[in-house]
């Protein structure tokens, strides 16, 4: 567990799940450096005692810079090629990261064949992730060979998410839009709460058995898309007007385009492995989406009109 004092660096930090980490660091006492190119506003740090490091994260003179001191741990939230870690896993720079923790994801699967997916699940080639995943795969074997910690989210969720997932669907159903559907919405998915992977960042510092190692992080109900609508419908107050359609019926400058981001793809998931080696728990579903709302209320954004042009033409034509 991190402790108050400890020396913290996060490459990243200032986006959306970076910025959650941020703030749970901060919460804990950690001394931190952030590592970006100073373009993402951090205007909500404030007076807070925040060191930046501002530059591109491959680039040794800035690297130079952010490691004029030792951690006790880095925490790599934007590690999507091996080039991206390599500099942190080399002498001497890997000697002052203390432990290295890095955001993967349960992109890095192979297809499943079974499921709920733990962490002895093969990793390997996804047809749905293309280079996300083999990308993250090679940071993966690179990072774990090195002693590192990585952590997989699922599909997150929660305040400041800048692609919308839940908030999206959430805004629909509290407006009293459609949510449109171009598949049966069954397959089955655990979620991520964007503040519990910030826990988990917490959970598994400065721990020895867990380097090495991977943890997904998720919460613990499997919902299918049906299933996860009816819980945001809850958590606004409004019942979900779900419809399907046939995406062979969308005019040709529409196909291949989504409304939306639920997906038919089947990724139930377990954190087991990181719930009983350290103690870390899953917020409840129904209380990380009313906490989700009531951040999209204060923000002004659960009214905000998304649509997609799938939407819109669905829409037009009754
Ligand atoms: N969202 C999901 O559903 C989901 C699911 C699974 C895994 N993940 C993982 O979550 C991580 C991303 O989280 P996030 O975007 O929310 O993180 P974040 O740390 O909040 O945001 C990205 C940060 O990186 C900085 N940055 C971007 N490119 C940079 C570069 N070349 N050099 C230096 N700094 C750079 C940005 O600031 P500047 O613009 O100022 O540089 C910003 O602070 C990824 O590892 C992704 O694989 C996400």
Redesign the pocket.
Known sequence: MLRPGAQVL?????????????EACLAAGAQLT???????A?GWIGERAVRRV??????PD?LRRAFDREYDAVF?????RPE?VAPLLDAPLHARCGHLV??????VYAPALYQPIDEEHPRGPHPAWGE?NTG?NAVEDLALAAGATTL??????GP????R?AAFPLARIATGRPVWLWHPGVARLNW?Y?ED?ASAFLHVALEPAARGQAYNVCCDETLTGLAFLDLCGEAVGATPDVRFFDPAALPEHLRGSRPGALRNLPLACTAHRLRHAFGWRATPMRAALDRTVRWLRESGALEAPDSTPVEEWLAARG
Not at 34 to 40: E, H
Not at 76 to 80: H, L
Not at 102 to 107: G, N
Request: with cysteine.
């Open positions: 996060i490459v990243g930090g200032t986006r959306y799940l970076g910025r959650l980490l941020t952030l590592l970006n190119r100073g373009r993402t951090d501002h530059g591109e994260r491959r680039d800035v790599d939230m934007i590690a999507y991206d890095v955001c993967s994801t349960t992109s996300y993250k997989r989210p699922q599909w997150v969720f400041h998410d800048h692609q997932l991520t964007a992977l």
